[in-house]
């Protein structure tokens, strides 16, 4: 399986301030048609996940451009421009170039 | 906009076999080049994937609970079905199904099955 890695655990962050979590993967997430299958999703309180990214850099539907996804092959970024109250909960990124998808172990961000 | 909702027992016993449903609404489960997926979270831990059916009705399973699982669709219901046997307590977990091309794109609220006597 591939393992995704997240860097750091947990954040806390004052509003507006931003944001960065990394990702990493055991093996390339660059497929041969030039994708690049790494997702971000973020997990609020009591709620599924939701997308916000899709392959590297990619917003999702609906999804604020203080978000933006960034990286490739194995190393992977999350940022956030200015953290919104509304942006805690647990934050992580997902790997489907292989099965079986996994994700990494999340993580949880706060608002100072 | 597609939603989807799952439903089935929330207590399952040790041994027997978990089935779960996933309905969905607002657009058809045999319809567009989607996969749609079944994903577990125990409480307060991560997340897991267990496996996937295509629109053609292939499926792919996670090697580590594939001798146990079965993912199914009804296209005249308009539902996707997990079973899940034999099950143990490390199988309590919120059941999560999703829709996607290559991802888990929509999700359900999920449904909270917990393996006990």
């Known amino acids: 399986d591939i393992v995704m890695t997240q860097t750091p655990l947990s954040l806390s962050v004052t509003p507006g301030q931003p944001a960065s979590i990394s990702c990493k993967s055991s093996?390339?997430?660059?497929?041969?048609?030039?994708?690049?299958?790494l997702y971000w999703y973020l997990q609020k309180p009591g709620q599924p996940p939701q997308l916000l990214i899709y392959?590297?850099?990619n917003r999702f539907s609906g999804v604020p451009d203080r978000f933006s996804g960034s990286g490739s092959g194995t190393d992977f970024t999350l940022k956030i421009s200015r953290v919104e109250a509304e942006d805690v909960g647990v934050y992580y990124c997902?790997?489907?170039?292989?099965?079986?998808?996994?994700f990494g172990q999340g993580t949880k961000v706060e608002i100072k | 906009q597609v939603q989807l909702q799952e439903s089935g027992p929330g207590l399952v016993k040790p041994s027997q076999t978990l089935s779960l449903t996933c309905t969905v609404s607002?657009?058809?489960?045999?319809?567009?080049?989607?996969?749609w997926s079944w994903i577990r979270q125990p409480a307060g831990k991560g997340l897991e994937w267990i496996g996937r059916?295509?629109?053609?009705?292939?499926?792919d399973y996670n090697p580590s609970l594939k001798s146990r699982v079965t993912i199914s669709v009804d296209t005249s219901k308009n539902q996707l079905s997990l079973n899940l046997s034999s099950v143990t307590a490390a199988d309590t977990a919120v059941y999560y199904c999703?829709?996607?091309?290559?991802?888990?794109?929509?999700w359900g609220q999920g449904t909270l099955v917990t393996v006990s006597s």
């Open positions: 999703a829709r996607g091309i290559a991802t888990a794109a929509r």
């Open positions: 607002g657009g058809s489960i045999s319809s567009g080049n989607y996969y």
């Open positions: 059916i295509y629109t053609s009705g292939s499926t």
């Open positions: 093996q390339s997430l660059l497929h041969s048609d030039a994708k690049t299958y």
């Open positions: 392959e590297v850099s």
């Open positions: 997902m790997q489907s170039i292989q099965f079986p998808w996994t």
